[in-house]
């Protein structure tokens, strides 16, 4: 059975920071590529930073400079370092792997940012 757990999320004030993680299990986690998604209240849900099985990231314009993904391949966890934290950065983030076709889902943390 394969299970992404997120957790770290919480209440936070403008500027704070935040360190999202996922574990994941069920999994080859060394195989799949890791992304974290968010969907604000309202609106679709957006790729919000990614990172390849060989270690590349990708991010959305919006928080490039300020979050960081990386993965811990022992742990077969990813983990989302959130810094310099906006209110427009409140949504529930997901995490998510994907290998060519087969792709999986977290639950989701609730992230919320007081200004």
């Known amino acids: 059975q394969v299970q992404l757990v997120e957790s770290g999320g919480g209440l936070v004030q403008t500027g704070g920071s935040l360190r999202l993680s996922c574990a994941a299990s069920g999994i080859t986690f060394s195989f799949y590529a890791m992304n974290w998604y968010r969907q604000a209240p309202g609106k679709q849900r957006e790729l919000v930073a990614s990172?390849?099985?060989?270690?590349?990231?990708n991010y959305a314009d919006s928080v490039n400079g300020r979050f960081t993904i990386s993965r811990d391949n022992v742990k077969k966890t990813v983990y989302l370092q959130m810094n310099s934290l906006k209110p427009e950065d409140t949504a529930v983030y997901y995490c998510n792997s994907r290998r060519t076709y087969t792709e999986y889902w977290g639950q989701g943390t609730q992230v919320t940012v007081s200004s």
């Open positions: 990172i390849t099985a060989g270690g590349s990231t």
